[in-house]
């Protein structure tokens, strides 16, 4: 399973743009990248999936560089409700994902 | 609602006592997990069923007792547990046998051993 390293926390205001990026170096082939979010006293929810270049959706941009080695999760115009733990997940359609601790992430007022 | 639904929602059980954990989904997903997210951890995974046969158990003590009927449901059950074991236990379930396309996660049972 290819090992991940993301901040433990960020701070951000209302309104502004969160980037996140996760180091993910022995990535695999066939390896996906995976974002989730998780508020308190809830289970993770999924946000987004990507395998190269760029991904969006409603909820969020993913940036993956030609060589896969590390990932960006982009939230637009974050606010209170934002706030949550991010978890970068890295692996294939045939493997059970691994969780890591995240990123906490804080939006101020 | 995520369509993963766990019951109860909250939990509090003496070392003595035996409890059942429920897990339900109905989006006609083929596999289910429980995972055990203590406090300040990463979210650690317990148990895997795929078409409601087992097929991975990280290590789990034999207190906590998996049963898969079939796939819909899913349940954990208790039984002598210790202190340590106070924590939120959340179920999810995936379209494929495992998690690549994706888990859906129910809001958990926040257990606490007293």
């Known amino acids: 399973l290819a090992k991940t390293t993301q901040p433990i926390s960020m701070d951000s205001y209302e309104g502004q743009e969160v980037n996140i990026t996760c180091s993910h170096n022995n990535i695999a082939t066939n390896d996906y990248i995976t974002w989730y979010q998780q508020f308190p006293s809830q289970g993770p929810r999924f946000i987004i999936q990507g395998y190269k270049t760029k991904v969006t959706n409603e909820v969020a941009s993913l940036f993956i560089p030609a060589d896969r080695k590390s990932s960006t999760l982009s939230l637009p115009r974050v606010s209170l409700s934002d706030t949550a733990v991010y978890y970068c997940l890295v692996g294939f359609h045939g493997q059970n994902f691994v969780f890591g601790p995240g990123t906490r992430l804080s939006v101020l007022p | 609602e995520t369509g993963v639904t766990q019951t109860p929602r909250h939990l509090v059980m003496g070392m003595t006592n035996k409890k059942s954990l429920k897990c339900e989904q109905h989006?006609?997903?083929?596999?289910m997990y429980w995972y055990k997210q203590s406090a300040k951890k990463p979210l650690e995974l317990m148990f895997v069923y795929s078409l409601e046969e087992r097929v991975e158990n990280n290590s789990v003590p034999s207190r906590f007792s998996p049963e898969c009927p079939n796939s819909s449901h899913l349940f954990l059950h208790l039984h002598t547990l210790q202190p340590e074991d106070s924590a939120l236990y959340l179920c999810?379930?995936?379209?494929?046998?495992?998690?690549?396309?994706?888990?859906?996660f129910g809001s958990g049972t926040r257990l606490t051993v007293v």
């Open positions: 989006l006609g997903h083929n596999a």
């Open positions: 999810a379930s995936s379209l494929g046998s495992t998690g690549g396309e994706g888990y859906t």
